[in-house]
């Protein structure tokens, strides 16, 4: 199913132990693809299940959060300049931002790590 931003959302009803297993499952990939802790940009919005996912795997990872109020461009990279972030969690939608001028992108079901 392919499914388009303009396309009206759904609402899932998602469970605690759920939500848990979520983070529990990021938390062991992440510490595959990782040697220390990282800092981690969060702008995501904290009520989207990803936010929340995102963010409490960075807590359970004792990861460092630089955590923005709202998604403000010269704001977030001025972040990653000054903190020197080294994680992005990013939603399609903040993605299009960083991207404006792209007409079409894709996206893997995996990690983009730097060699």
Not at 1 to 27: C, G, P
Not at 47 to 53: E, M, T
Not at 70 to 75: E, P, R, V, Y
């Amino acid at each position: 199913m392919i499914l388009t931003l303009s396309e009206k959302q759904k609402l899932a009803r998602l469970t605690h132990k759920a939500i848990i297993a979520n983070i529990l499952q990021l938390s062991v990939i992440e510490r595959l693809s990782r040697k220390d802790s990282e800092i981690v940009l969060g702008v995501l919005p904290l009520s989207h299940v990803q936010g929340v996912v995102a963010s409490h795997s960075s807590v359970y990872l004792r990861d460092r959060i630089v955590m923005h109020t709202k998604f403000d461009m010269q704001a977030a990279l001025g972040s990653i300049q000054t903190h020197k972030i080294n994680r992005l969690y990013l939603v399609i939608a903040l993605l299009l931002f960083f991207l404006s001028s792209l007409s079409s992108m894709f996206l893997l079901g995996f990690p983009v790590i730097s060699p």
